[in-house]
């Protein structure tokens, strides 16, 4: 081996035998520094703006939903939707049976009978009711007329069925029933003399005249004797209500009620009424009906009575009474003259408290044409001096003008334009209005009533500090408050 290579192999010996800790220090130290995040704007904005949505969305959830109202016209043809339930009075004399028997009867309901005329008779044995009826199938049919009047009958009482008030077919079956009874015995009364023969001067047959002129009805009821006077409010309960009917072939007692006369035309419809309207109707001395079963409507004296502790309407009729002779109840509405307005959702009123000032007292201030008042004030060093408001004006009257109490307060003086008089605000009234949005906050607007119907008020339209047809309006006012902001 060479002396090169010796030398080479001995050094590399040395530099593996040197300890670690003298290793030279020639390495530099490496650092590592963190990155900057860059922010990404877009991901803000997006962010911002889903937490505006969200916001929106749960405040849009959880606020109150105020409902809108668009004013239109209207009117009251009928003022109210209301049906009242009356009672009917008439003159009435009842006639009984003087002996028992078969009854025959020779007037139909609701005809007109001349004194002497024969109204019904009686058959104590049955054998002239034979005869009667042996007469009758020998000349059974009916004439045209008297099929149109049936027809006429069948014809009211379907344009008038409820189911409400079903018990109504059993006095319509009794009345059809009668009324065929009678037109068959109104042909064979013709002839009874032929008929009867020697039986009509048996002692077992009695025939019965009129002994006064007038509308012959056979329902018998009790109220016969009633007067308005006389009513007590039990007599308007109908559950308790019942009537009694008798016709052609029935077999009555002695002292049997057969049927009564009404003599007059004369009549009364009684109705119990609210206290509103006790207070509405209570200077009016006429009023106008409409019987709804047949839409007749009918015009009379009105009062107001009291029975029993409860107001009642009377309304006095002269005309009319006998397409209602066999009805003791009927229903009613009240009608009232058209008037026409701004409808407006009674749901919508509501009221509000305001100063009333002297409309001496107005002015104009400065170069201004607004109204206003001059109002003394004085300053922190007590300075007296006048200032000019010129406030909203919600009301003017002959004498007053009504203003916000948000803008005076009481005690203010007001000064009168040219004079030393002064007026101090204390006066407070009240109006009636509804809330305006047309701003999209509310705003209180006075109105004028005029007529109503069930759920609607008909106000007066074109007035200065009201409403104007196609103005917006809060449908229900007990959600809100004056100036609150209404998201429509």
């Given amino acids: 081996m060479s002396n090169n290579n010796r030398i080479t192999n001995d050094t590399r010996a040395n530099r593996k035998a040197r300890p670690q800790g003298n290793r030279p220090q020639n390495r530099r130290r490496v650092v590592k520094y963190k990155k900057k995040r860059n922010i990404n704007v877009g991901i803000v904005i997006f962010l911002l703006i889903f937490v505006y949505l969200v916001s929106y969305v749960i405040m ?15 009117k009251n043809a009928e003022s109210s939707n209301k049906t009242y339930s009356a009672l009917l009075l008439r003159d009435e004399k009842t006639y009984t049976a003087g002996s028992s028997g078969y009854l025959n009867l020779f007037v139909r309901e609701g005809e007109k009978t001349a004194v002497g005329e024969t109204v019904y008779t009686i058959d104590e044995s049955g054998v002239v009711s034979e005869l009667l009826a042996k007469a009758e199938n020998s000349e059974n049919s009916l004439s045209k007329e008297e099929l149109n009047e049936l027809k006429g009958k069948i014809n009211t009482y379907s344009s008038s069925y409820s189911n409400v008030k079903f018990s109504d077919v059993y006095d319509f079956k009794f009345d059809i029933e009668a009324s065929v009874l009678e037109y068959m015995n109104l042909n064979a009364i013709s002839n009874i003399d032929e008929v009867l023969g020697d039986n009509i001067a048996s002692s077992v047959f009695r025939i019965i005249q009129a002994d006064i002129s007038g509308i012959v009805s056979y329902s018998i009821d009790g109220y016969e004797g009633k007067t308005v006077d006389s009513l007590l409010a039990s007599d308007f309960d109908k559950s308790n209500y019942s009537k009694t009917y008798h016709k052609s072939n029935d077999l009555i007692e ?37 019987f709804m ?59 509000k408290e305001f100063f009333t000032i002297p409309i001496d007292y107005a002015t104009n201030g400065g170069n201004s044409t607004d109204t206003g008042f001059l109002v003394e004030v004085y300053d922190d060093k007590g300075n007296k001096s006048t200032k000019f408001v010129s406030p909203e004006i919600y009301n003017k009257t002959e004498t007053d003008y009504y203003v916000s109490k948000d803008i005076f307060k009481a005690g203010d003086i007001i000064l009168k334009p040219d004079s030393t008089d002064t007026f101090t605000i204390s006066s407070v009234a009240t109006l009636i209005g509804v809330y305006n949005i047309n701003n999209g906050y509310c705003v209180f607007r006075e109105i004028d009533i005029i007529g109503e119907t069930s759920e609607y008020y008909i106000v007066e339209s074109g007035t200065t500090y009201g409403l104007l047809v196609y103005d917006h309006i809060v449908l229900d006012s007990s959600k809100v408050s004056e100036y609150q902001v209404v998201y429509q």
Avoid: C, H
Avoid at 316 to 330: A, D, E, G, P, W
């Fill in 60 to 74: 849009y959830i959880s606020r109150d939903k105020i409902s809108m109202y668009e004013v239109v016209y209207g």
């Fill in 254 to 290: 002695n002292g049997t009620s057969i049927y009564k006369v009404v003599n007059s035309e004369d009549w009364n419809v009684i109705f119990e009424i609210s206290d509103q309207d006790v207070e509405k109707y209570a200077s009016d001395d006429r009023m106008k009906i409409k």
């Fill in 293 to 351: 079963e047949d839409g007749i409507i009918a015009v009379g004296d009105f009062k107001i009575k009291d029975i029993d502790g409860k107001k009642y309407g009377v309304v006095s009729l002269n005309q009319y009474m006998i397409r209602y002779v066999s009805k003791r109840f009927t229903d009613i509405q009240i009608i009232e003259d058209e008037i026409q307005g701004l409808k407006i959702p009674k749901t919508s009123i509501t009221q």
